[in-house]
């Protein structure tokens, strides 16, 4: 299994606000399966940062491709995926909000 960093920034701010909390849901269906390993919006809350594992990068796309910020069209502005090379694991820092 590989670890993918996906970099999303968001387009159309008031869309994303609305389906924000569907989007929440999907990502905590996905951390529960295993799938996403940590998330969470920069600070400026222009973009966030997700961290997936998956067989490959079409998988992950696959599986981006049915969150809600992907399906409502606007919403992203734009993505990036890349395989990452994990050196130092987490070792389980509390979620700062």
Known sequence: MATFAVMISF????????VRPTHRVFLKEQYDAGRLVESGPF???T????IYQGES???VRALLAQDPYFLNEGVVASVVVK???LVFPHKGAAPSS
Do not use: H, P, T
């Open 11 to 18: 387009g159309d701010f008031a869309k994303r606000d609305e």
């Open 47 to 50: 973009g966030a940062l997700l």
């Open 57 to 59: 990068e079409e998988a």
């Open 83 to 85: 395989e990452w090379n």
């Open 43 to 45: 600070v400026d809350d």
